[in-house]
């Protein structure tokens, strides 16, 4: 470490943290446990470092003052606060610190597990009061009890390991983990409407996407046993909050844990504030001394292997290589993380392998990068957008049980110099998208299964498997017009005359699952997919 680094802790910071900094003389480190707006764009303008928590907003001002940072770090998971991609059109390293906090929250969801359980908060509650009634908080036993876990990545197995230990049946839903891998953990595999249906207990634990926001709702609710318990230590919004309320006032479940919310803090009229039965804390998940320090030792390791050792580790925009090869490498990146995401969308879960095959010259870079990239658009849906990376989306692939298979061949097309063939295989179904980089840096999809085209993917498209029959396209032009829905560009291409045909529909924003219903009403239509980057 040849040079000052000028570190600004803006939210405060770990002891262990600043230890391992204090074993570096270049780095010198400003303390502050709260950095008022004002002061932080002020300040921020002396630093080669920023390190902050949730408390901090990181836009696009403060990045413009921040004329001499290399890196912003988020000492935790969530990116929320930090405009990231800002942050890397101007070359600025983000890092977060995803693993610090698993042990932390899976342990604040057992507590609620047995708080929900034994109806401790409202037993203490009642004590204060004066009261001495024993017979209003008579409990249930977890042992023989079943939990349905919902999302099996770290801190879901982690959950499900200790309610293992605790004697409870452990069911799972993860569509991306699989069922060997789940059955190595102790659980069984099921089906959402199987633990709505069979669950004492459900807790979720994924990441807020479009696919899980309000992933139960009323409709969900009325499956369940009404002596069901309901914890939520993921994200708000995946829980309808408001049906949640409503179950608990009428009686229609047991009860329900919930640390996390829609809109942080709630407002004062938030439905589950009065709701029966309902044991409330205030985002505590990772709220522990041990979490704050590993995800503080974890922030601090990272800055010092970048600065030291020109390594990056646990960067979200950046992969591990010299700035002058990504730039080389970025049109083969940022289309990989576009397959990947393509992919991962037209799977039905239950993926086995991911495959990815190197063609011509690209075998001679270091194509690892645009593997990772490649795994992460797959996973980002997955996992998390906030925590998968470069980085790290090899070690996530593993742990939902995906197998990688990657190859190299030497001999090209005669058309293109270089192609990059990604598919999955799964238990139902395999998929495979070819794609290629054109001279300036142009990259295209041109194959999709026994498709070709020339595809460049936009932020909102519809595939459609369809028959080759007259008819069809315009058929979908109507409900989509109908919709209010503008398309951007409509490829149809057919392997041959009269068999199926692959429809792509670029589009300019979502369309509803109504919209989606009514295309796939046509019997002419075998698979309507919607397809968002």
Same mark, same amino acid.
Request: charged share 25%; glycine share 12%; aromatic share 6%.
């Given at each position: 470490m040849k040079s000052k680094v000028n570190v600004l802790c803006a939210d405060g910071f770990s002891k262990a943290g600043l230890e391992i900094f204090s074993f570096y003389e270049n780095i010198s480190v400003k303390l502050n446990e709260k950095t008022t707006r004002e002061e932080l764009l002020n300040e921020v303008g002396n630093y %080669?470092?920023? /390190?902050?928590?949730? #408390?901090?907003?990181? %836009?696009?001002?403060? $990045?413009d003052r921040g004329k001499n940072l290399k890196i912003i770090a988020r000492a935790g998971v969530g990116l929320d606060t930090i405009d990231v991609d800002y942050a890397t059109e101007k070359g600025i390293i983000v890092m977060n610190s995803p693993t610090g906090n698993i042990v932390s929250t899976a342990e604040h969801t057992l507590a609620m597990i047995f708080s929900l359980a034994r109806k401790i908060p409202f037993a203490h509650l009642s004590m204060v009061q004066g009261n001495w009634d024993r017979k209003s908080f008579r409990g249930v036993e977890l042992f023989k009890k079943k939990i349905g876990v919902i999302g099996l990545g770290k801190i879901g197995s982690e959950v499900a390991k200790k309610c293992i230990l605790l004697g409870m049946e452990v069911m799972?839903? +993860? @569509? *991306?983990?699989?069922?060997?891998? =789940?059955?190595? &953990?102790g659980i069984r595999v099921a089906s959402l409407e199987e633990i709505f249906k069979e669950a004492d207990f459900i807790t979720v634990h994924v990441p807020l996407t %479009?696919?899980?926001k309000n992933l139960i709702t009323k409709k969900e609710i009325e499956m369940m046993k009404n002596t069901v318990r309901i914890i939520n230590c993921a994200r708000g919004g995946i829980i309808?909050?408001? +049906?949640?309320? +409503?179950? &608990?006032?009428?009686?229609? /479940?047991?009860? =329900? =844990?919930? +640390?996390v919310y829609s809109k942080e803090p709630p407002d004062s009229s938030h439905p589950l504030l009065n709701a029966k039965n309902c044991v409330l804390t205030p985002h505590l998940g990772a709220s522990t001394e041990e979490a704050q320090e590993n995800v503080s030792i974890e922030i601090a390791e990272s800055i010092v292997k970048f600065f030291k050792d020109n390594i990056i580790v646990n960067a979200v925009n950046m992969p591990s290589v010299s700035i002058q090869k990504f730039k080389e490498l970025k049109p083969y990146i940022d289309m990989g993380e576009k397959v990947g995401t393509i992919l991962s969308q037209l799977s039905d879960g239950g993926v086995i392998q991911l495959l990815v095959s190197y063609v011509g010259n690209i075998i001679n870079e270091p194509f690892e990068i645009i593997t990772r990239a490649i795994a992460k658009g797959f996973l980002k849906n997955i996992v998390g957008e906030d925590i998968v990376n470069y980085v790290n989306s090899? &070690?996530?692939?593993?742990?939902? !049980?995906i197998k990688l298979l990657e190859t190299k061949e030497e001999d090209n097309f005669s058309v293109f110099s270089n192609i990059i063939k990604v598919g999955f295989v799964s238990k139902s179904k395999k998929e495979e998208i070819w794609y290629t980089v054109y001279p300036y840096s142009e990259a295209k999809i041109v194959k999709i299964d026994n498709y070709y085209l020339? &595809?460049? @993917?936009? %932020?909102?498209?519809?595939f459609l498997r369809n028959y080759d029959k007259p008819g069809v396209?315009? *058929? /979908?032009?109507? /409900?989509? !017009?109908?919709? #209010? $829905?503008? $398309? #951007?560009e409509m490829k149809v291409t057919r392997a041959k005359r009269g068999e199926k045909a692959l429809t792509i529909i670029t589009v300019d924003n979502s369309p509803s699952q109504e919209v989606i219903d009514k295309m796939n009403s046509n019997p002419d239509i075998s698979e309507v997919r919607f397809i968002k980057l």
């Open positions: %080669d470092v920023l /390190i902050v928590r949730s #408390g901090t907003k990181v %836009d696009k001002d403060v $990045i799972g839903y +993860d @569509p *991306f983990i699989s069922e060997e891998k =789940a059955n190595s &953990l %479009d696919s899980t309808n909050e408001q +049906d949640l309320a +409503d179950a &608990l006032n009428s009686g229609r /479940i047991a009860g =329900a =844990a919930v +640390d090899l &070690l996530y692939l593993e742990s939902q !049980g020339e &595809l460049d @993917p936009s %932020d909102y498209m519809v396209v315009g *058929f /979908i032009g109507n /409900i989509l !017009g109908e919709a #209010g $829905i503008n $398309i #951007g």
